[in-house]
């Protein structure tokens, strides 16, 4: 008889350092009392090939993948979802019993569930989005957004034509306005978003005159360090109801989770104090 194998799981990439996943795997494996490691891993680029045939044989079921192999993941999976495709990255790889990869994005997912938890009464059919940056975090939130009924969506970034690719890919009711413009689209939004790193810890803040805000406007941003960035500052203090974008990071991972440890794990405050801490 042989012995049943402790399942593993990882984050991958290049530099790996700074990822909060282990923290919130780990955090999961605990609570739940289940027998798993996650482990972070900085895999060189001339072994990510060598490395997705080799980690199943040593009980890995699963990896979370970040940059720079989001891409380059998608060409060595057997299996890509429609929606991994259509993003054209993976952050999610799942290793299935009869051997093949299969390649998955939940950035979106976790988007979507960030707002749905924490921003009371947000429907998204209420009015057009305005989404600052055409960057592969910008790819996932547009067909998110777009799937879950927004009518529209005004599409800036600092690079016009990076915007009009990203537009042309998903259809119609993207609508690409210049990056000298963006302050003035916010009046009709009903939702505003920054896909961009403009606020983070160690990059420049977000610029884009935001006195035109609608108070009515749900604003979140993808940067979590700091919670609060100068954009959900200003739109709190304007009156907007505004979330944070720890909870994306927290929910994007959920799938993957039960995927391989089998058990759904709960996104809660305790959840968020383990990843912060």
Same mark, same amino acid.
């Given at each position: 008889?042989?012995?049943?194998?402790?399942?593993?799981?990882?984050?991958?990439?290049?530099?790996?350092?700074?990822?909060?996943?282990?923290?919130?795997?780990?955090?999961?494996?605990?609570?739940?009392?289940?027998?798993?490691?996650?482990?972070?891993?900085?895999?060189?680029?001339?072994?990510?090939?060598?490395?997705?045939? *080799?980690?199943?044989? =040593? +009980?890995?079921?699963?990896?979370? @993948?970040?940059?720079?192999?989001?891409?380059? #993941? %998608? $060409?060595? /999976?057997?299996?890509?979802?429609?929606?991994?495709?259509?993003?054209?990255?993976?952050?999610?790889?799942?290793?299935?019993?009869?051997?093949?990869?299969?390649?998955?994005?939940?950035?979106?997912?976790?988007?979507?569930?960030?707002?749905?938890?924490?921003?009371?009464?947000?429907?998204?059919?209420?009015?057009?989005?305005?989404?600052?940056?055409?960057?592969?975090?910008?790819?996932?939130?547009?067909?998110?957004?777009?799937?879950?009924?927004?009518?529209?969506?005004?599409?800036?970034?600092?690079?016009?034509?990076?915007?009009?690719? *990203?537009?042309?890919? =998903? +259809?119609?009711?993207?609508?690409? @306005?210049?990056?000298?413009?963006?302050?003035? #689209? %916010? $009046?009709? /939004?009903?939702?505003?978003?920054?896909?961009?790193?403009?606020?983070?810890?160690?990059?420049?803040?977000?610029?884009?005159?935001?006195?035109?805000?609608?108070?009515?406007?749900?604003?979140?941003?993808?940067?979590?360090?700091?919670?609060?960035?100068?954009?959900?500052?200003?739109?709190?203090?304007?009156?907007?109801?505004?979330?944070?974008?720890?909870?994306?990071?927290?929910?994007?991972?959920?799938?993957?989770?039960?995927?391989?440890?089998?058990?759904?794990?709960?996104?809660?405050?305790?959840?968020?104090?383990?990843?912060?801490?």
């Amino acid at each position: 008889m042989t012995a049943q194998r402790i399942p593993l799981a990882g984050v991958i990439g290049s530099p790996i350092a700074h990822s909060r996943s282990p923290r919130l795997h780990g955090h999961w494996l605990r609570k739940y009392g289940i027998q798993g490691h996650y482990i972070p891993m900085d895999v060189p680029s001339d072994k990510l090939a060598d490395t997705l045939k *080799l980690l199943p044989q =040593l +009980g890995f079921v699963g990896l979370n @993948v970040t940059i720079p192999y989001k891409e380059k #993941v %998608l $060409d060595l /999976a057997d299996l890509v979802t429609d929606r991994a495709a259509l993003i054209g990255a993976a952050n999610t790889l799942i290793f299935r019993k009869d051997g093949r990869i299969h390649a998955d994005n939940t950035d979106g997912y976790g988007f979507l569930e960030n707002l749905r938890q924490n921003a009371d009464g947000w429907v998204p059919q209420a009015g057009p989005a305005v989404v600052f940056g055409a960057g592969g975090a910008a790819r996932a939130v547009l067909a998110s957004l777009l799937d879950a009924g927004v009518p529209e969506i005004v599409l800036t970034n600092r690079t016009r034509h990076r915007a009009e690719v *990203l537009a042309q890919d =998903l +259809g119609t009711r993207v609508r690409v @306005v210049d990056w000298v413009r963006a302050g003035n #689209v %916010l $009046d009709d /939004a009903a939702t505003v978003v920054n896909t961009t790193s403009l606020g983070m810890v160690g990059h420049p803040e977000l610029r884009v005159p935001l006195d035109g805000l609608n108070t009515k406007s749900l604003v979140t941003d993808l940067v979590y360090a700091p919670l609060e960035t100068r954009l959900l500052r200003v739109a709190s203090e304007m009156g907007c109801q505004t979330v944070d974008g720890l909870g994306m990071l927290l929910h994007q991972a959920v799938p993957g989770f039960e995927r391989w440890f089998g058990h759904r794990p709960e996104v809660d405050e305790a959840t968020r104090a383990a990843v912060l801490r």
